[in-house]
């Protein structure tokens, strides 16, 4: 992805100057390619990780992460946001219920991809959502993320009992059509999701920024990523998403999100604005 250099009356910090070299080194050495992300959230990841790791300054940290992968590893996981619930927006799943697994249901076979999966909670509601409109048994689902150790607690599937209430109120109001204990293990102060849903569930790493195309998907969600980047990678971004639908496919975004920023929007419907769900007509 080619990066466009500071506006002349733009000056940069000297930190700034220095978070945009230690962008650049990440990428060198490990291939993590965080300079299309918006600055301001950055700089405060930066910041924080600072403090919390005491380097004093960031070209001590750049030092550690060329000579280090586990620390790269560890900024890694600093850098991403990794913020998800259980049926998180709830409305967002009323509408993929009624407005869009009704279209789906002509396909023998159904292909969707959670990109930005997190911790996996909202792949997990996916799967839910599939058992309880009877298409499990023709549908898979790729959840991915560029964190590795994210992943690997999505694909455990264990989460804290704090989140419990909010995910049971989450999946009566998104219209759950029974109990979400009927989907869960409670005990020792942790819940966790019943085997059955990880069936037709394949977790994998994918870098949205450097990473290419998965083809033909019947439906793609990534909600609550874009509002990370950066105009020119959320047009990137967009255009993958774009090139991985089948046509007729839908695309769901967070409810801050839009198609605005990509120059394919005219191929798309609006399906419900206020959810931003989408679906490719060309």
Not at 39 to 59: I, M, N, P, Q, T
Not at 77 to 106: A, W
Not at 189 to 212: A, G, I, S, Y
Not at 264 to 277: G, K, L, Q, S
Request: with cysteine; glycine share 6%.
């Amino acid at each position: 992805m080619k990066v466009r250099p500071p506006a002349l009356d733009e000056p940069l910090s000297e930190f700034d100057v220095e978070v945009e070299c230690l962008l650049q080194a990440m990428f060198l050495r490990w291939g993590f390619d965080f300079r299309g992300y918006a600055r301001a959230s950055l700089r405060r990841r930066v910041a924080r990780y600072l403090s919390e790791e005491r380097f004093d300054r960031v070209c001590d940290l750049q030092h550690e992460l060329i000579h280090s992968e586990q620390r790269s590893q560890h900024f890694l996981r600093g850098l991403t946001i990794n913020v998800t619930d259980m049926f998180r927006d709830p409305v967002f799943y009323k509408v993929l219920r009624e407005q869009v697994i009704p279209d789906l249901r002509s396909h023998p076979f159904l292909k969707i991809w959670h990109a930005g999966c997190s911790t996996g909670e909202e792949a997990y509601s996916m799967s839910i959502l599939l058992q309880e409109e009877g298409l499990s048994d023709r549908a898979v689902i790729y959840a991915t993320d560029i964190n590795s150790q994210v992943l690997e607690r999505a694909r455990i599937g264990i989460y804290h009992e704090k989140q419990w209430l909010v995910a049971c109120e989450n999946y009566r109001e998104g219209g759950g059509k029974t109990r979400l204990e009927d989907y869960m293990s409670l005990g020792y102060e942790r819940f966790m999701v019943d085997p059955v849903l990880k069936k037709n569930m394949v977790f994998t790493r994918h870098d949205l920024v450097t990473d290419q195309s998965f083809g033909e998907m019947h439906l793609i969600l990534c909600r609550n990523v874009l509002i990370y980047f950066r105009h020119e990678l959320q047009e990137r971004v967009l255009t993958l998403f774009y090139d991985s639908l089948d046509l007729g496919g839908y695309l769901g975004l967070g409810i801050k999100e839009s198609l605005r920023a990509a120059p394919v929007h005219h191929n798309f419907r609006t399906v419900d604005a206020a959810t931003r769900v989408f679906q490719r007509t060309h």
